[in-house]
């Protein structure tokens, strides 16, 4: 039993070849070619939808508090965070105040309760078709109101927030009449 030998184990290199890796990256490099540009789109679908949900979520709580102080509640764009500022775009951003004298075109004045103050949005263009919303204590606004929310991809991306007579918003990719809608 001497003179047996053990074998050796084999030993297996690490490692991979040249072949191997330029092939993995092609695979890495397509798979980015196709998803990059769809990321890109999801990015933009989420700033959008964030800020047309934030406007409804103003809507929302500007009808509610109207109702609550049995008192007219106001919408306006705002450049300063402070007060109204009808001729600026909604993309400035806006604010929601109590509206104690009641008047049209809303502008907030100093005693007047600031309710909440909403950040410009730097990604997109907002456009609407009244300079400023109003709600009234029985659940009506009184007017219309389409509030148009565009990026970089134009009409074929833009949404809608449409308030009725009552005050409820719904969002829409097409404006109230049924036409494309249109941005800047």
């Not at 991979?16 to 990256?25: K, N, R, S």
């Not at 509030?147 to 009725?164: L, M």
Request: charge should be positive; aromatic fraction near 8%.
């Amino acid at each position: 039993m001497e003179g047996t030998r053990r074998a050796r184990p084999v030993r297996r290199r690490r490692g991979h070849t040249l072949i191997e890796l330029l092939i993995g990256l092609a695979v890495v490099a397509t798979t980015l070619a196709w998803g990059v540009p769809s990321f890109g789109n999801f990015l933009r679908n989420a700033a959008r939808t964030r800020e047309v949900n934030q406007f409804i979520q103003a809507v929302y709580v500007a009808r509610s508090e109207a109702i609550k102080r049995n008192g007219v509640v106001s919408l306006c764009p705002s450049r300063d965070g402070t007060t109204c500022s009808p001729s600026a775009q909604w993309t400035t951003g806006w604010l929601i105040f109590v509206n104690l004298d009641r008047d049209s075109p809303a502008a907030r004045d100093a005693d007047e309760p600031l309710l909440h103050v909403y950040e410009p949005w730097d990604a997109g263009h907002i456009t609407s078709n009244r300079s400023t919303l109003s709600f009234r204590p029985f659940g009506q606004m009184g007017v219309t109101a389409t509030v148009t929310f565009c990026d970089d991809r134009g009409s074929r991306a833009a949404r809608a927030v449409i308030i009725s007579q009552t005050g409820r918003p719904r969002t829409s990719s097409r404006s109230a009449s049924g036409k494309a809608l249109t941005c800047p």
